[in-house]
């Protein structure tokens, strides 16, 4: 348990898993109270609504064809992801639920902060510069300022 921190009875983990969001996962591990509960939430964020191929898929069927895969390919890693931090969870004694929702990043976490009796929300530290992988921003400003509870940002592990 970090120095200044009790443990929480209720965590909101915002994560996707990547190397940054893997750190806040073990943060909200770490912060849980013994027995405690991690809600951990996974924001797809707009964007992917129009990874569709315009520029290559010429025919409608390939088009449709393409978005179902692109839709369960996601599907398929977002599942795999929640059952290894569930594993985790159980291994730890803590209860788990996972929550997977389309938006912008900053305000479905609000929104689910808002709606659920959590105690905290853990999240992961942007990406190095010069560090591989897509870029999505978490307008940091715009969730401090819907938030109504503690906010801690999990250093990313590369620095």
């Known amino acids: 348990m970090p120095a200044g921190f009790a443990p929480a009875r209720a965590v909101l983990l915002a994560s996707h898993g990547t190397p940054g969001a893997r750190a806040a996962e073990a943060l909200a591990f770490e912060l849980c109270a013994e027995g405690g509960r991690v809600h951990h939430l996974v924001v797809v964020p707009e964007f992917w609504k129009g990874m569709l191929g315009d520029d290559w898929l010429n025919n409608a069927v390939v088009h ?60 992961g530290s942007p990406r190095p510069k010069g560090a591989p992988g897509y870029r999505s921003r978490l307008a940091v400003e715009k969730l401090v300022a819907r938030l109504r509870l503690p906010l801690i940002v999990a250093p990313h592990p590369g620095r």
């Not at 803590?94 to 900053?106: I, K, Q, S, V």
């Open 64 to 123: 449709v064809r393409f978005g179902r895969y692109v839709e369960n390919q996601l599907e398929r890693e977002i599942a795999e992801h929640g059952q290894q931090v569930e594993a985790e969870a159980k291994r730890r004694g803590l209860g788990y639920a996972c929550e997977t929702r389309l938006g912008d990043p900053a305000e479905c976490l609000a929104e689910v902060a808002a709606a659920g009796t959590h105690e905290l929300v853990v999240i």
